[in-house]
């Protein structure tokens, strides 16, 4: 057995362990209460058994090699080790929503290379067929508020501790938000290692969270504090074309590829796992460098120079592992969608919440009715989304929470014709095969919907900084976190007035009660398309630039005309830009790939 990643667990406890297993299948009783995000791989009886987390911020690929099942954590490692060619339909599904939505997440960019999905484990047996298995369900959210905090305060401390584990200096972010103070504070806490916090601040002077990040950072007094300040900090789209520098980081700054030890907290399982006997990788096919860290397209993009600049401005003061507070919005506030679950058992109680939405944010009453009135099951939704791709949205994207069992999202006004058919005949393709949603109630679906997207996200963060010898952490989304988080009534996860309930008592008595006494956050702060208007203005005519030989346009998913028309257009308000960064996911991670003129028409 192989634990291989952020767990603090040593050669002899996992020994011991170890004889529990007599077979693969006693594979998660052996692990059971190990604390961390990791990969578990078993070998018993010629059975090779592997999986990654819940959230999916480790993940498994496999696809067949020489008649045999390969397994990886990273797509283009296989795609490399069995020539497989970038798939055009799933790119253009990319365009619409990144990462793909259930149950298409389950794809990856690459034909003929599958993504095991997060609760899932493969299992290779002896003669290299292989099948998918489950190993994780998610919780009945059955706890109150206050039967939950304390699972998930025992649950944090382990995650943060398995991060200080190694000693030395880890660093973490400090944005003024309960999620990463509580970080900052549970790592001085333990105070196994020092402690760097980065603030960054935003294009929007009206916001608020510097004055809350300067108070907690006050009681800070033994970390080290780095802000850069508004002028050092970079803005969205900065150097967009130069963005092949932090998805090629060693051919600009000369780092040879780390070596990566099964000791190394930051281990991963590339090119190691394979049927008995099977070497991971075929002849003229050498294990993958780590010079690509991004395996598949990302609206990270947008952020690729500040992801730069903090890897370099934490390794500079000694960090050798950065925690970031992904996760905490997904697992601790109340989704839209659990209104509509709350009508049908308790009506008047929702009813209730629509009116103080309605009254304290000017909602829209009527779509928000019907939306609560909606009786699509899950495969429904997908063929009606389906077909609405190109139809104009009643209201203006984000104006409206939707009560469905997804965001109403929409192809940009840039994609073609082809781009939207190969879209649409994947929604229906994914709808005719009636698939069940992640969890029978919408609240709790969307909940884990939202966990598995953050779980991609932070997985390429870790891929992004980790090619720079800056691990990234998201304790929020370790196993043991998420597993709480969600036994916890959905409709109890936000409360009126108060901001992220459930999190603020597992953190009281760790967290100063002035950094959580907060009634209300906004998700970028008091304008949430304030960096998105900055980075557009500032970098125009780089965007312009980058677009004007788009290999996406070259292979037939993008109106190169219409994309510069809308870069260079007007936009009152950001709804025509919001696809922007998926797009520019889609363009650089193609540039990436080696040979890209092969690959593509």
Same mark, same amino acid.
């Given at each position: 057995m192989a634990v291989i990643g952020r767990c603090p667990v040593t050669a002899a406890e996992l020994a011991a362990r170890l004889r529990q297993v007599r077979d693969v299948a006693d594979t998660e009783r052996a692990v059971a209460g190990l604390a961390g995000s990791f990969h578990v791989v078993t070998s018993a009886a010629g059975r090779v058994r592997v999986r990654g987390s819940? $959230? %999916?911020? &480790? @993940?498994? *690929?496999? +696809?067949r090699f020489d008649g045999v099942t390969v397994a990886a954590d990273? !797509? =283009? #490692?296989l795609a490399e080790a069995v020539g497989a $060619?970038?798939?055009e339909r799933m790119l253009a599904l990319h365009l619409l929503s990144s990462p793909p939505p259930h149950p298409l997440d389950d794809r990856s960019p690459w034909r003929g290379v599958h993504r095991v999905p997060p609760g899932d484990c493969l299992v290779i047996e002896a003669d290299g067929r292989a099948r998918t298995q489950r190993w994780w369900t998610p919780p009945e959210p059955a706890l109150s508020a206050a039967e939950g905090a304390r699972g998930v305060r025992r649950a944090l401390v382990a995650a943060v501790e398995s991060c200080t584990a190694g000693g030395g200096t880890v660093s973490a972010d400090l944005s003024g938000g309960m =999620?990463? @103070? %509580?970080?900052?504070?549970?790592? !001085? &806490?333990?105070? !196994?290692?020092?402690?760097?916090?980065? #603030?960054?601040? %935003?294009?929007d002077p009206g916001d608020e969270d510097g004055h809350r990040a300067a108070? @907690?950072?006050? +009681?800070?007094? =033994?970390? &080290?504090?780095? #802000?850069? %300040?508004r002028s050092g900090t970079p803005l969205w789209f900065s150097d967009p074309a130069g963005t092949a520098d932090v998805l090629h980081p060693g051919a600009v700054y000369g780092m040879s590829p780390p070596a990566y030890g099964m000791s190394h907290p930051a281990d991963n399982i590339g090119h190691l796992t394979h049927g008995p006997g099977h070497p991971a990788h075929g002849p003229g096919h050498p294990p993958h460098d780590m010079n690509r860290p991004a395996d598949e397209p990302g609206a990270w993009v947008r952020e690729a120079a500040r992801f730069a600049k903090l890897s370099a401005l934490m390794t500079l003061r000694g960090s050798r592992l950065h925690m970031s507070g992904g996760g905490g919005d997904e697992? *601790?506030? +109340?989704?839209a969608p659990h209104l509509h679950d709350l009508l049908r058992s308790r009506p008047l109680a929702a009813l209730a919440a629509v009116r103080r939405k309605h009254a304290g944010r000017r909602l829209p009453l009527l779509p928000v009715l019907g939306g609560l009135a909606d &009786? $699509? =099951? *899950?495969p429904q939704w997908l063929t009606a989304w389906a077909d609405s791709l190109v139809r104009p949205a009643a209201f203006p994207a984000g104006n409206v929470p939707s009560m469905a069992w997804g965001p109403d999202l929409r192809m940009p006004s840039w994609a073609t014709a082809d781009a939207v058919l190969a879209v649409r005949g994947l929604l229906r393709e994914a709808a005719a095969a009636a698939p069940e949603p992640l969890h029978a109630q919408r609240g709790q679906h969307a909940a884990l919907a939202s966990v598995r997207a953050g779980g991609r996200g932070v997985r390429q963060f870790d891929q992004v900084t980790s090619a720079r010898g800056l691990e990234c952490a998201a304790p929020y989304l370790d196993d043991g976190v998420v597993? +709480?988080?969600? $036994?916890? #009534?959905?409709g109890e996860r936000g409360a009126p007035g108060r901001h992220k309930p459930v999190l603020a008592a597992a953190l009281r008595g760790i967290v100063p009660e002035p950094v959580l006494g907060r009634s209300a956050e906004g998700e970028f702060g008091a304008d949430p398309y304030a960096d998105l208007y900055a980075g557009l203005r500032h970098n125009r005519a780089r965007l312009v630039a980058l677009f004007e030989d788009s290999l996406l346009a070259r292979a037939g998913l993008v109106d190169a005309a219409a994309l510069r028309a809308s870069l260079l257009g007007l936009h009152p308000v950001p709804g025509p830009l919001r696809p922007l960064d998926t797009t520019l996911g889609c363009e650089l991670w193609l540039r990436s790939l080696p040979d890209r003129a092969a690959l593509m028409p």
């Open positions: 819940a $959230s %999916g911020a &480790r @993940a498994v *690929f496999h +696809a990273r !797509a =283009d #490692r $060619s970038p798939d =999620d990463s @103070a %509580g970080l900052c504070f549970l790592a !001085a &806490r333990i105070g !196994a290692a020092k402690l760097v916090t980065l #603030r960054w601040e %935003g294009a108070r @907690a950072a006050a +009681a800070l007094p =033994d970390a &080290r504090h780095v #802000r850069p %300040g697992l *601790f506030t +109340a989704p &009786r $699509s =099951d *899950f597993e +709480a988080a969600l $036994s916890v #009534r959905v």
